[in-house]
């Protein structure tokens, strides 16, 4: 890729993150970006962070979450509104922008609804890698939404996981995702309860979409030795296990500050001791020390994940063609002369 | 604007921002664009008010300004690189996005290079409306960089100052600055000091680029009954006022949090009073009380000015074809079917 003009940054719509992702494949897609997100929480101390800007309103929240490595600055405008399902639209919407930090010049305009997925559910797997017992197949997954097949598929890219065992409070949905999964190599159950998923998976994944406190696990449903992938709570007020699996569980998270006030965890004392996935996976901290340890992966979404995308995403901007070019800055060809540039135009139209 | 397809958010970019300003022509919009300002501000208690998000770095600083009034959400990406004009990049590029509270979907994305020029100008002449001495018709312009001519115009448009006294370090700067003025009815001096410049004015605006801290007016250059504009000094260790200045002003800011870290009162204490824009303006506190007294719009820039800005170009679009449409949010059929889509995508590049 080669941008000739100053006011020119690429935009990847939904269209070209569709073929883009189809390109490359789904599964390499998603393990490719695992090694981005890897990438940056191994070097978790150098990023500027920040809890993500948020602005709530009745009907949902608006929020951005920016973060920068010192080279590159990245931000996502981020919506939540779970009654948006009931009018046709998304719950969650998203964009971003990656920028030079020594410029300030955007480099990249790009849809995130998509690559929000994709990011969320390569996060997932890489601090299962981590954390999940050796040799997991089986993977319980409830609430079968929009989430459900890219958790599915970033497992088994990246731990081998074949068996799904899927349950939604609509069966609808986990049709749609059993149909959906098809071909892809998964041996896959529909359950009829929490309880019944749960039966012999290694790693229980709850990624349901209410906004309100909820029990999607309750305490007796989760035995000795799994895996917990805990995606669905991720705002304030929204939480899916009983607070006594929280008790009996090691607790990782993205970024305490942040996960505290949207997390799990939000159940728990501001000072419950938790474990940092960066710390984990740099070694700091012991990941699964235990087969019978219950590990628990408190996952709310951190804005570094964000930047790993969208980095992965310039890249591979580097040797395709899904991109358009959008004229977002002015570059007039005297900087101090922004108003002779309006001049120019008027002259220009006129001709 | 019919916006058939929730995937599209129409986007304004530098050319069609252009074509819109000249459209309408630069003196109605910043009119138009005043009373938009004018309104928020007058509802000011209503808005959800944050001091930027900044992440500064060794050659600049990258931020993002939100605000919401409870029914539309705005933001603004903006950065500050004063070093960049050296390498034929604008100092400050922007661009912004206006969204619905109520599903947290973006309506507008727009560049803000040229509107945030615009917008600044039409801020400091509607705080001058307030503020200046009745019958101004002389201003001094310290500074003839890209924000000059803006300035120019927004007073004559809404004070009827006709009579510009222009001086810059570098005169080529104020040599542009008159030609691109020219016949727009200004009697322009151009002069060769600071000194020269505020004589007989009756509003000095400096509006200065360099990130320090300058002395581009000095305690004996203001004289009694004087309005200053100071728009130059607009981030922490940047000012262009000597402290002994303030010290004899009146001075009216946006928003108090954020001018005391970026303004020209960086100077003074953390509590040393000030007054607010919108309590003049909604009669709250006394705007000039005293032909003598000297006034000083001490202006950073606000996100709720970014907020009526993106609201005017918003309405704008209802009646012109200044847009494009941009394929920005995942709109499956289903929405909770978003990887459904991506299947969908694949069958129709295999047709």
Chains 1, 2 share one sequence.
Not at 173 to 189: H, Q, T, W
Not at 215 to 235: K, S
Not at 253 to 272: C, K
Not at 273 to 284: A, D, F, S, Y
């Amino acid at each position: 890729m080669t941008i000739a003009n100053l006011n020119i940054v690429p935009f990847v719509s939904v269209e070209n993150m569709m073929k883009l992702v189809l390109d490359i494949g789904v599964d390499r897609f998603l393990t490719d970006l695992a090694v981005y997100i890897e990438e940056d929480f191994r070097r978790w101390e150098l990023f500027d962070k920040t809890p993500r800007v948020a602005s709530h309103s009745h009907d949902g929240v608006i929020e951005l979450m920016p973060t920068s490595d010192g080279q590159l600055y990245g931000f996502k405008y981020v919506n939540g509104h779970p009654k948006n399902m009931r009018e046709g639209r998304q719950t969650v919407t998203a964009f971003g922008v990656l920028a030079d930090v020594g410029s300030g010049y955007p480099m990249l305009l790009t849809e995130m609804t998509i690559l929000t997925a994709l990011r969320t559910a390569a996060t997932s797997a890489v601090a299962a890698k981590y954390l999940a017992p050796k040799g997991s197949d089986t993977m319980a997954i409830i609430g079968n939404g929009a989430q459900s097949e890219f958790q599915a598929i970033a497992f088994k890219a990246l731990l081998g996981v074949n068996k799904l065992r899927l349950y939604d409070i609509n069966i609808s949905a986990s049709r749609k995702c059993a149909s959906n999964l098809k071909g892809l190599g998964f041996d896959i159950a529909i359950c009829t309860s929490g309880q019944e998923a749960v039966e012999g998976a290694h790693i229980i994944t709850t990624v349901t979409a209410d906004k309100q406190y909820a029990t999607i696990l309750t305490d007796n449903m989760v035995g000795t030795g799994v895996h917990i992938n805990a995606v669905g709570g991720d705002c304030p007020g929204k939480t899916e296990l009983h607070r006594d699996i929280l008790l009996r569980s090691k607790i990782v998270v993205e970024y305490p500050p942040q996960t505290r006030i949207e997390g799990e965890i939000q159940q728990l004392a501001a000072d419950y001791p938790v474990v940092e996935l960066w710390q984990v996976m740099t070694g700091k901290v012991a990941g699964r020390h235990d087969p019978s340890e219950i590990t628990l992966f408190d996952s709310v979404g951190f804005a570094i994940e964000d930047f790993s995308a969208l980095r992965y995403v310039r890249d591979q901007l580097l040797h395709t063609k899904r991109f358009d070019e959008l004229d977002l800055l002015a570059d007039p060809d005297e900087p101090r002369d922004l108003f002779g540039m309006l001049l120019r135009q008027a002259a220009k139209d006129a001709a």
